[in-house]
Every structure is written in C-alpha cells, then in structure tokens.
C-alpha cells in the first residue's frame, strides 16, 4: 500500500507493512504484518514511520507514538508532541531487545489531538516507513 490512513481517534493501529526488501531468514510475516524471530537472540530494531496530515481542521496539540511490541505487549515507544505542525515528517524508534524464537515483533501507530480534526496518512511508497529487524548476538 502506498498509503494507510489513520483517523484522530482510531486509538492503537498496526502499521502495515506489505513488502520487503531483503529477508533471507524469512523472518517477516507480509501476511500478518510482524517479525516472527527466527533464532533466540539479541534484535535490533529500526522503525521508521513518515506520517502527513490530511482532512485538517485545526488541529491542537498533535502527538505522534510509535510502538514495538512483543506478543501484544509495548517493548519500546516514541512519543513525538509536535504542537499544531502538520507538516509531513519521518519519526523513528531503534532499540535492541533479546528475544526467543518464536516471539512476534509488531509496529503500532497511534495519534492523538486535544482538538480539531485531521486524519494521518502513514506513507510507504518509496521506502519512506521501514521495520527492520536482524539478530545482533
């Protein structure tokens, strides 16, 4: 998909991510959206999300978290308070985490505003949001 858009009040949304570019331990699951860990280990991760506003409305108090989680539960987060800017912009989180084989890895995207309206687009073409994923140690 070029585009996922995501409403104001959507709450917590799974960032889909439908292609790859390299995975030669075939670690990604395209179908289901997440990184199922091959080997136990120590992870990098590298989340990317390149966020536009759309349908804007005056928005206020604009916030941006980014989540990796591990079998539904919150591992890591990036919070981004960006006042009113709806200017389009790339956010991110890197982390290392050790995890068994097995574990599911999920990327998650949620916006908030205090007032106003605007929808979210999370943009992939071109490889403006990525989720990486490979086994350190």
């Known amino acids: 998909a070029a585009q996922q858009t995501v ?13 790859e570019s390299f995975d030669p331990d075939s670690a990604f699951d395209i179908a289901n959206y997440k990184y199922v860990v091959p080997v136990t280990g120590i992870y990098m991760f590298n989340l990317q999300a390149r966020i536009s506003c759309t349908s804007i409305s005056s928005p206020t108090n604009i916030q941006h978290v980014l989540k990796l989680k591990v079998g539904g539960v919150t591992r890591s987060t990036s919070e981004d308070d960006v006042g009113t800017d709806t200017d389009g912009k790339t956010y991110g989180l890197n982390t290392y985490m050790q995890l068994t084989a097995g574990n599911e890895v999920t990327a998650t995207y949620t916006p908030s505003i205090d007032s106003g309206s605007v929808n979210f687009e999370i943009v992939h073409d071109n490889n403006k949001s990525v989720f990486q994923g490979h086994r350190v140690i």
């Open 7 to 19: 409403a104001h009040g959507a709450g917590e949304t799974t960032i889909l991510f439908a292609a």
